[in-house]
């Protein structure tokens, strides 16, 4: 399995997160990181990321 780290949760980072979660035997996402808190948020509860895989 590979396993993702989204560097940055905009437009593209968000992109990216949506199409691992719509197909999921691709990849995992592990880590996110982005300064905004309601992106990286949003992204970390999609995931299940833990909080130490978070960071801004």
Known sequence: MI???IIGAGG???G???????????ATV???AEPRDAYRKAI???HGIPEA????
Do not use: W, Y
């Not at 990216?16 to 035997?25: E, Q």
């Not at 895989?53 to 801004?56: E, H, I, L, M």
């Open 30 to 32: 592990v880590a996110v």
């Open 16 to 26: 990216f997160s949506k199409i691992i979660g719509d197909n999921p035997h691709l």
């Open 53 to 56: 895989n978070c960071v801004f």
């Open 44 to 46: 970390q509860e999609k």
């Open 3 to 5: 396993k993702i780290a």
């Open 12 to 14: 593209r980072g968000t």
